[in-house]
């Protein structure tokens, strides 16, 4: 049994404690935190990376929801908390993802956490990348599979272990298109071919891909042309679709078993009206705007080419998230804080989120930031003290 307080002193002196810091104001990609009402912040910490969460088709959808069927959906989807919308959003977003079905969750987390334990137990195989997502992990675990960790994108081990323990039970492979604190890219096509190669189920989450990736917003999957391949394509709906909820598509027979399966699908309420409705609103506008992503690429690569002016190269990565390593969580938070000085609100990542001694500030782009914020950003990170770079 852990020590509570104990724990909690051990984490502060380690500079590992987290805490609670409410906005009290938001909007046009910048805060006000509680305690610095006088300070508005640039905000480099969101996901919210189309600036979809303000867009006004979504809060139109939204309020159209709830004046028609309230707050709350009022049931689980099996029951009677069942909505068309529910219905409509699902077939958008297999659409999207180019595959035949979709079914809704909660959140990511849920999803995850519902999705694997359906597809593997006890005597079965899951290969999941050392830096995938905390959700994808606790899914594993859950399903009491036996769970085999490679090395983060290193497909050559993956084949040897593959060579090495794949046996005749069901054998899952789990990435992630775009690693969430690396913001670096799985090479899906290679991936492709090992699942074949050795009959596994390929899921890929596509958290920070689906809407910012691919010709019509369909992520890395769409972008590398896998869609077909990949039999379980999640994502979430918190992130650059601007809402709340996620998703996993995948063939018909797979999503008929999943929502007879997935427990977090079965046993928790349907997404909400309203939620639902701006999903559904972001979908359509990912793929009929396909602007919103060219000006985040635009923003992206004005942004890394001053870093790249100031020292900085490859490890700025080729996504929308850009992570500045720092070192020890000490370190990181103490940047983070003189950045916040300088009017950036960007968050230090620190273990367990992230292995130990590779801390970091997380720098994730938004459609929100105009040249002038990312210029401010990029001098004040370039003229921190001490830079590890
Ligand atoms: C954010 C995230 C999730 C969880 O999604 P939520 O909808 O926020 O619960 C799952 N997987 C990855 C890779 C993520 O980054």
Known sequence: ???????????????????????????????????????????????????????????????????RFGAGSGAA????????????????????????????FGSGYLANAGIIPALAAR?????????????????CRLSGARLIRFRHNDLNQLEDLLKEKRGTGTALIVVESIYSMDGDRCPLREL??????????????????????????GGVIEEDGVSEAVDLAMGTFGKALGSYGAYVAGNREMIDYLLNRARSFVFSTALPPA??????????????????RRELHAKIAFFKALLQAG????????????????????????KAEQLRQQGIFVTAIRPPTVPKGTARLRFSLTRHHSPADLAQAAKALLELPGRAG
Not at 30 to 49: K, M, P, Q, W
Not at 319 to 334: D, F, R, T
Request: charged share 20%; glycine share 10%; hydrophobic share 45%.
């Open 1 to 67: 049994m852990v020590d509570v307080k104990i724990w909690l002193n051990q984490q502060q002196v380690s500079g590992g404690l987290r805490s609670l810091r409410p906005v009290i104001r938001r909007g046009k990609g910048r805060l006000t935190l509680a305690g610095d009402e006088a300070r508005e912040l640039i905000d480099f910490s969101s996901n919210d990376y189309l600036a979809l969460a303000e867009h006004p088709a979504l809060i139109a959808a939204a309020q159209e929801a709830l004046g």
């Open 77 to 104: 989807r099996l029951m009677s908390g069942d909505l068309a919308l529910h219905h409509e959003l699902e077939e958008a977003v297999a659409q999207l993802k180019g595959k035949e079905a979709a079914l809704t």
């Open 123 to 139: 005597h079965d195989l899951i290969f999941s990348d050392r830096l995938n997502h905390a959700s994808i992990h606790d899914g």
């Open 192 to 217: 492709v071919q090992l699942k074949e190669r050795f009959g596994c189920l390929l899921m890929v989450d596509e958290a920070h891909a689906t809407g910012v990736f691919g010709e019509n917003g």
């Open 275 to 292: 939620v639902t409705a701006a999903s559904l609103a972001a979908v359509r506008l990912i793929r009929q705007e396909p602007e919103l």
């Open 311 to 334: 020292g900085y190269g490859a490890e700025l990565g080729p996504s929308q998230i850009i992570p500045i390593l720092v070192g020890e969580s000490g370190a990181a938070l103490a």
